[in-house]
């Protein structure tokens, strides 16, 4: 089926050592979303891709990054984790153009700082 | 800028009981809505949606929303909850064009009772 996948499922790092999660998309959907959300919060937008244009939210800190090296694979970059850093990262995709507005997400990775 | 207000942090229902999870939007112009359901440690699974058209839209697990420009709201119903709707549901907006950004609202957990 196709589907978002995020890998890994639980990533565990060190405070301070940068880490990347992954997402792939079968769908070929042209935009894709990264989301952080902390217990017992909303999802907050933290950046998005619409096609190759790279969309940052203003409150996103710079220790974050995202590649989008093509359609299909999109990952994000923390370059020093820090405690507060801990949160479940979802990844979405939806596309423009084709009538598919809703956003298809993954199982998330559930990342823990130690 | 877009936004979502979900009013009720947490509602308890009991099992059979009729549902309402109010949302509330801002948007400048009639906006794509969405509502999602996460169970913990889950992704977002969407419930349903509106663009257009019939204010009134059916989704899956028997719950529906109703769409109301005058007062701004995307409200989700159901007419008999089931235990297993235990969840989280999240309200969301997106805009219908420019960046295709999605905003969620804070969402309301909801519990059922025997």
């Known amino acids: 089926d196709a589907m978002v996948i995020q890998n890994p499922r639980y990533q565990v790092t060190q405070f301070g050592k940068p880490v990347t999660l992954s997402c792939s998309q079968t769908?070929?959907?042209?935009?894709m979303y990264w989301y952080q959300q902390k217990s017992s919060q909303a999802p907050k937008l933290l950046f998005h891709?619409?096609?190759?244009?790279?969309?940052n939210e203003a409150d996103t800190p710079d220790n974050f990054q995202s590649r989008r090296p093509n359609t299909s694979f999109c990952f994000l970059d923390i370059r020093s984790p820090g405690l507060g850093d801990a949160a479940m990262y979802l990844c979405?995709?939806?596309?423009?153009?084709?009538?598919?507005?809703?956003?298809?997400f993954g199982q998330g990775t559930r990342l823990t700082v130690v | 800028a877009q936004s979502v207000t979900q009013p009720d942090i947490h509602i308890t229902v009991s099992e059979g009981a009729s549902l309402e999870l109010r949302c509330n939007y801002s948007?400048?112009?009639?906006?794509?809505l969405f509502w999602y359901v996460q169970s913990p440690g889950q992704g977002l699974q969407l419930l349903l949606k509106?663009?257009?058209?019939?204010?009134l839209v059916q989704g899956i697990k028997g719950f529906e929303a109703e769409f109301k420009r005058s007062q701004s709201s995307f409200n989700l119903r159901k007419p008999s909850v089931h235990w297993s709707d235990a969840a989280e549901y999240f309200c969301?907006?997106?805009?219908?064009?420019?960046?295709?950004?999605?905003?969620f609202g804070t969402g309301t957990r909801l519990t059922i009772i025997p």
């Open positions: 948007y400048g112009a009639t906006p794509y």
């Open positions: 891709y619409y096609d190759k244009d790279f969309n």
């Open positions: 509106y663009f257009s058209g019939d204010t």
């Open positions: 769908l070929n959907h042209n935009v």
């Open positions: 969301a907006v997106r805009s219908n064009f420019g960046n295709e950004k999605l905003t």
């Open positions: 979405a995709t939806s596309s423009y153009g084709t009538g598919v507005r809703e956003a298809f």
